[in-house]
């Protein structure tokens, strides 16, 4: 088989690329290595930024995201269970889309299967080559028969444990990382989100995050040893400790119920540069990873795609190659202020393990500067709403 673009992961990067891929004239191949519904099962991301829905508006998938989609103009900070607002509206005239990234892969599936898209699933042992040559190719395997794409380029959309990071030789690749000492216990559960708008809140027990799905679904998280085994966290001793760490009017207006999904999922910053080799192009979590505090991973890919999309529609349309020689730098740029702002987030959000008493007035004069300057509100404003492209 032939195509332009060989891309490895059909998760939301890989879908988004293909989908404006096809809308210019390009053609692509998306090699996925779960089944459909596997991908569709996964529960991760919830909010998108206003670039992002400007992506998928422009992927021509946006209109579910905004009859189903959650505009959110705000934000609640909680310090010690009481509770502050951050308008981004009057702050910066933007905001967020709340609208999970299950239905934004759902509605990425949809369209590339309504324009006959090939996405082929259960693939194993993919594996890019000559990639530092003008004619890569990927090979994998299906059902115990061999397969070879050879392409243009590669788009490694394969998520943080995929094949494309590894073929870039380490001689070229710089990797930066910081594991954090904990991780988020999560839960979704059939009540009505006890907010409007999330509220992330610092409380001496640890963090915790009230966000939602729809009006009649709830996401929920608490900071909790990554390590935590799952069954010591029945639902009510969940729901106790969500309550311990909410501001008290949340506390007391929280409706609870049975967990649909609980998971523990560990937060760490991670950067490959560069994110490009050759003709592979790294794009989501394959060339980096945030925490989840600042509702930056999924966005940071679609913002990889934009990039991306645009370096290859220059080079099919008029042979320049200044967007696929600056994609790794362009790209990378966006990256550090995500993760920066996620690991701002972070660290002023959470409980550490070695936390001095120093740290902990730290953190508590950071939230009340916040809560007390309109400057500082402003630069979290424009952090969480997203920066432009
Ligand atoms: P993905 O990992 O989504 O997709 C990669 C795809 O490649 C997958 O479908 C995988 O099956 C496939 N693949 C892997 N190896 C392959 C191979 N060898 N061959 C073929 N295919 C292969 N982000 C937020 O903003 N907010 C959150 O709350 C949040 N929560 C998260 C919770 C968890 C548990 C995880 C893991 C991530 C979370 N994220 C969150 C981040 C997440 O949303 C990612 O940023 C987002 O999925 C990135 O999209 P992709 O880059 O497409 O990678
Ligand atoms: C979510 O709804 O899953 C969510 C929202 C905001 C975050 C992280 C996760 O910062």
Redesign the pocket.
């Known amino acids: 088989m032939r195509t332009q673009v060989c891309i490895?992961?059909?998760?939301?990067?890989?879908l988004l690329l293909s989908q404006l891929l096809d809308r210019a004239g390009i053609a692509s191949v998306v090699?996925?290595?779960?089944t459909h519904d596997h991908?569709l099962s996964r529960i991760?991301?919830?909010?998108l930024e206003y670039g992002s829905v400007a992506m998928l508006e422009q992927a021509g998938v946006a209109d579910r995201v905004h009859v189903e989609g959650l505009p959110h103009s705000g934000t609640f900070l909680a310090l010690q269970n009481t509770g502050f607002r951050i308008d981004f509206d009057a702050l910066i005239g933007k905001g967020v889309m709340v609208y999970g990234?299950t239905e934004v892969t759902h509605d990425l599936y949809d369209a590339r299967d309504a324009a006959g898209g090939t996405v082929i699933h259960r693939?194993e042992g993919?594996r890019p080559h000559d990639l530092d040559t003008a004619s890569p190719y990927v090979t994998y395997a299906l059902d115990g028969a061999e397969h070879r794409i050879d392409c243009d380029f590669v788009a490694g959309?394969?998520?943080f444990?995929?094949?494309s990071r590894q073929a870039i030789p380490k001689d070229v690749l710089t990797e930066y990382e910081r594991v954090y000492p904990f991780g988020w216990l999560g839960v979704l559960s059939e009540t009505p989100p006890v907010s409007h708008e999330l509220i992330y809140a610092n409380h001496p027990r640890g963090f915790a995050l009230a966000s939602m799905r729809n009006p009649q679904l709830s996401r929920y998280y608490i900071q909790a040893p990554v390590d935590d085994p799952l069954d010591r966290w029945t639902d009510d001793a969940f729901w106790d400790e969500l309550r311990r760490r909410l501001p008290h009017d949340a506390a007391e207006a929280l409706v609870t119920g049975p967990s649909i999904e609980k998971?523990i999922?560990p937060l760490r910053s991670y950067v490959a540069d560069p994110m490009r080799w050759g003709r592979l192009f790294l794009?989501?979590?394959?060339a980096h990873i945030v925490p989840?505090t600042g509702?930056?991973?999924?966005?940071l890919?679609i913002s990889d795609v934009h990039y991306l999309f645009e370096a290859l529609k220059l080079h099919y349309a008029q042979g320049d190659d200044s967007g696929i020689d600056g994609y790794s730098r362009t790209a990378l740029a966006r990256v550090w202020n995500a993760i920066r702002f996620s690991w701002w987030f972070t660290t002023t959000m959470h409980r550490f393990p070695e936390q001095t008493p120093f740290d902990q007035a730290i953190q508590d004069a950071e939230l009340r500067h916040l809560q007390t300057s309109v400057s500082a509100q402003r630069n979290l404003a424009e952090n969480y709403v997203g920066l432009p492209f």
Do not use: F, M
């Not at 490895?8 to 890989?14: D, Y």
């Not at 991760?44 to 909010?47: C, D, E, K, L, T």
């Not at 794009?283 to 394959?286: F, I, K, R, T, Y």
């Not at 509702?295 to 966005?299: E, S």
């Open positions: 490895i992961g059909g998760g939301p990067s890989g090699l996925e290595r779960q991908v991760r991301a919830g909010v990234q693939v993919t959309c394969d998520g444990h995929g094949p998971s999922a794009v989501g979590d394959a989840p509702a930056k991973g999924l966005n890919a």
